[in-house]
């Protein structure tokens, strides 16, 4: 079994990119990765679409149980993210300015090594949404006013850099060497040596903030480039607000561009789906698009609620320029 455990793995590194900690884990040349969020496997999505989707995404809470995420997205042979929150039933678990101090460093190193042991790529879409109110990481509440300096943009940004120093490992020395230049103290952890893990950022806010205010915008919140590997959104049929999006693909630049949420939402659209698969083909740093159907199997994104919606979809899926399998899983 050990003999066969190696074999594995030593093919999976070939089939992966070079140095891929600090690569982007980008579908192959020309191609793009449609995938699905919420629930626990694929198996709706692809009755409904034809299709099977490269990426699973799961959404968890700060120090979560990680074991069934991967063993999901393995099982469907799928590329894991993992969208990380602070909120865990309905309670702020821990600050940006606690991330950044340390406080959340035990989560990181346990994640790090499970993604390390799991020997496959994973996205880590870290705080989505950060410029939304509704989220407890956001700096300001609704009506503008701030959150205090545990909250600031400051922190976030200084959380977002810790998390992503730990998370791609290496030995303990350098990357307290690269915390101590940013002002934060050391790892926590007794180790010498963190793995190498494969892992790539997803920095994700929306398009514009809420509350809509150059403090609270998604420049506030941009932790340099060097510390994200993907920009991206989220983009719902209720809200298409495709100017914003635009604005927002122009200002960030020089990174691949994801879908990390997309949805119909409230009536059935299938002009909204043409337009926004439409809007990707035009735009050719798009290499990721995410249906988001929910965690319940009613809730008001499933396709199920949307027949025209849904035909759309598997309509654009069937260009061959969506890749089924990451190169983990390819047949």
Not at 140 to 152: T, V
């Amino acid at each position: 079994m050990r003999l066969a455990a190696a074999s594995f793995v030593a093919a999976l590194a070939l089939a992966l990119p070079a140095a891929a900690s600090a690569d982007a884990l980008l579908p192959p040349g020309g191609k793009v990765f449609a995938g699905v969020s919420g629930g626990y496997d694929t198996s709706s999505f692809e009755r409904q679409t034809g299709r099977h989707p490269a990426v699973l995404q799961f959404f968890s809470a700060w120090g979560g149980s990680l074991e069934y995420m991967f063993r999901g997205a393995a099982s469907s042979r799928a590329r894991l993210m993992i969208h990380i929150s602070t909120l865990r039933n309905n309670r702020e678990v821990i600050t940006p300015r606690g991330i950044a101090r340390g406080a959340g460093d035990a989560y990181l190193v346990r994640l790090n090594r499970r993604i390390a042991e799991g020997g496959a790529p994973v996205y880590i879409r870290l705080m989505a949404e950060m410029d939304g109110n509704w989220n407890p990481y956001c700096a300001f509440d609704a009506n503008g006013r701030s959150r205090g300096p545990a909250h600031s943009t400051k922190q976030f940004k200084r959380a977002w850099r810790r998390t992503v120093i730990v998370l791609r490992g290496g030995p303990v020395a350098e990357l307290n060497a690269k915390l101590r230049a940013l002002g934060m103290p050391p790892v926590q952890t007794t180790r010498d040596e963190l793995p190498r893990a494969s892992v790539a950022f997803l920095w994700v806010p929306q398009v514009a903030g809420a509350p809509d205010t150059r403090a609270n915008s998604p420049r506030a919140y941009w932790p340099g480039a060097k510390y994200v590997d993907w920009v991206g959104t989220d983009f719902y049929s209720k809200f298409p607000n495709f100017a914003g999006l635009e604005r927002f693909y122009d200002e960030f630049r020089g990174k691949p561009f994801s879908f990390a949420e997309w949805a119909v939402w409230g009536a059935d659209n299938p002009g909204f789906v043409h337009r926004i698969f439409g809007w990707a083909r035009s735009h050719r740093r798009v290499r990721m698009l995410l249906y988001n159907q929910g965690v319940r199997s009613a809730g008001p994104f499933r396709l199920v609620h949307y027949p025209r919606s849904r035909a759309a979809l598997a309509a654009e899926l069937r260009s061959p320029r969506f890749a089924q399998f990451a190169a983990e899983y390819r047949r």
